[in-house]
Nanobody, 129 residues
Framework: QVQLVESGGGLVQPGGSLTLSCTVTEELLDFYSVAWFRQAPGKEREGVSCIAGNDGSPYYKDVAKDRFTISRDRQKNTVYLQMNSLNSDDTAKYYC??????????????????????WGQGTQVTVSS
């Protein structure tokens, strides 16, 4: 059974930075895409960013563009989400998930979030002064 484990969340001041990690228990990053999602209290879950399995190309939703960077270390089976210029709107629980497809098509418009088959337990990010 594939497992994803997030870490790196915490409390950060507005304007600060944080890097989240998502470690996958099996060597699958070369094959399948991994995405970050977040969910704030009382709000729907939203996609943040994805990294493709076939070529490692990144995809960012509008909430992440120009502030967040997704990357991966295949040796460590880990996907990272570096977040800069954080503000209170970024406060949420962040989840990583694996889609058993090579590309990030299911995070793009018209894609199907239901295709993300494996999910982590999430890590809390709180942006507050």
């Amino acid at each position: 059974q594939v497992q994803l484990v997030e870490s790196g969340g915490g409390l950060v001041q507005p304007g600060g930075s944080l890097t989240l990690s998502c470690t996958v228990t099996e060597e699958l990053l070369d094959f399948y895409s991994v995405a970050w999602f977040r969910q704030a209290p009382g709000k729907e879950r939203e996609g943040v960013s994805c990294i493709a399995g076939n070529d490692g190309s990144p995809y960012y939703k509008d909430v992440a563009k120009d502030r967040f960077t997704i990357s991966r270390d295949r040796q460590k089976n880990t996907v990272y989400l570096q977040m800069n210029s954080l503000n209170s709107d970024d406060t949420a629980k962040y989840y990583c998930a694996m889609d058993l497809h090579w590309t990030c098509a299911n995070l793009r418009p018209g894609g199907r979030i239901s295709e993300y088959e494996y999910w982590g337990q999430g890590t809390q990010v709180t942006v507050s002064s």
